[in-house]
């Protein structure tokens, strides 16, 4: 996945948490919604780590191709 896919997976996540966030604003979000929007949060910092060690990688002259998804433990425990 190159950066351009990796950007373009950001914002369909995004897009996909704002629109659930929206359908149940008055309601509050049910068990699945809220377990969808956990599973959202955590795709989404895989995503922005994944493109954070593709331009590290590319700035230091390393293939970005390299990079890899972490998995959500490693992604997880960032601080921001």
């Known amino acids: ?4 896919e990796v950007i373009q997976r950001i ?3 995004v897009e996909e948490e704002h629109a659930l966030e929206r359908s149940t604003a008055s309601s509050g979000p049910d068990e699945n919604t809220q377990q969808r ?3 959202l949060e955590i795709a989404l910092d895989q ?13 230091t002259g ?8 972490r998995p ?3 992604v ?3 601080q921001q």
Do not use: K
């Open 47 to 59: 995503c922005w780590d994944l493109l954070r060690q593709r331009r590290a990688r590319r700035q």
């Open 11 to 13: 914002g369909a996540l």
């Open 1 to 4: 996945m190159d950066d351009a």
């Open 62 to 69: 390393e293939d970005p191709d390299a990079a890899a998804v």
């Open 37 to 39: 929007l956990r599973d």
């Open 72 to 74: 959500p433990e490693v």
């Open 76 to 78: 997880e425990r960032y």
